[in-house]
């Protein structure tokens, strides 16, 4: 199963771009990317999912190199509204199989 | 707007109850997950299913049980509930994973304190 290792937490800047980066180095052929975002006291909230290079929707890009072991969620010119736990997920081909969230990210944005 | 709804947001039970955790979505998806939630390990799946009737183990089944009976309705069952059973439980729907969408939606959760 592909386990996923995030950061802990980062600190950032109103304005600035915010990359976390998520491991899975034992991550297989047909699995899928997914990053969520959670607030205290909510459910996680999809953001964005990939497979291989990059794709980009209108809150977030999600970067994956060809060995498909790592991936970086960058967040343009956050807000303190950004400020929330980022999570990674892998999830195996068909959906059937939602592996294990990791511990996510923390991320606090400082005006 | 696909809604994934919880039964409670807030529950007490006392050591040795059986609880009923109950979650509905009104999408028509496929899957329905079942996770905890606890400080400093993230979610953690404990059940899920794909069709009605069906189900898999996650990571953590132990000491729970889940029943889908309909297609909206995914129910997480602790059948003696214990206080290391204490959690945010959070409940999540998807589609198929046929056309290769994997969002996950999920409801509010359930903070669960046993006693």
């Known amino acids: 199963l592909a386990k996923t290792t995030q950061p802990i937490s980062m600190d950032s800047y109103e304005g600035q771009e915010v990359n976390i980066t998520c491991s899975h180095n034992?991550?297989?052929?047909?699995?899928?990317i997914t990053w969520y975002q959670q607030f205290p006291s909510q459910g996680p909230r999809f953001i964005i999912q990939?497979?291989?290079t990059k794709v980009t929707n209108e809150v977030a890009s999600l970067f994956i190199p060809a060995d498909r072991k790592s991936s970086t969620l960058s967040l343009p010119r956050v807000s303190l509204s950004d400020t929330a736990v980022y999570y990674c997920?892998?999830?195996?081909?068909?959906?059937?199989?939602?592996?294990?969230f990791g511990s996510g990210t923390r991320l606090q944005v400082q005006p | 707007d696909v809604k994934v709804t919880q039964s409670s947001r807030y529950l007490v039970k006392r050591t040795g109850e059986k609880v009923f955790l109950e979650c509905v979505q009104d999408?028509?998806?496929?899957?329905m997950f079942w996770y905890r939630q606890d400080p400093g390990l993230g979610l953690r799946l404990i059940y899920f299913s794909y069709d009605v009737k069906m189900k898999e183990k996650g990571d953590i089944p132990e000491g729970y049980s889940v029943s889908r009976e309909k297609k909206e309705r995914f129910s997480l069952i602790l059948e003696s509930a214990s206080t290391n059973q204490t959690s945010m439980y959070l409940c999540?729907?998807?589609?198929?994973?046929?056309?290769?969408?994997?969002?996950?939606?999920f409801g509010p959760g359930t903070r669960l304190t046993v006693t």
């Open positions: 999408m028509d998806h496929e899957n």
């Open positions: 034992n991550i297989a052929t047909n699995d899928y």
């Open positions: 999540a729907s998807s589609l198929s994973g046929r056309d290769r969408n994997y969002e996950q939606y």
């Open positions: 990939g497979y291989k």
């Open positions: 997920l892998v999830v195996m081909d068909t959906g059937r199989r939602a592996l294990t």
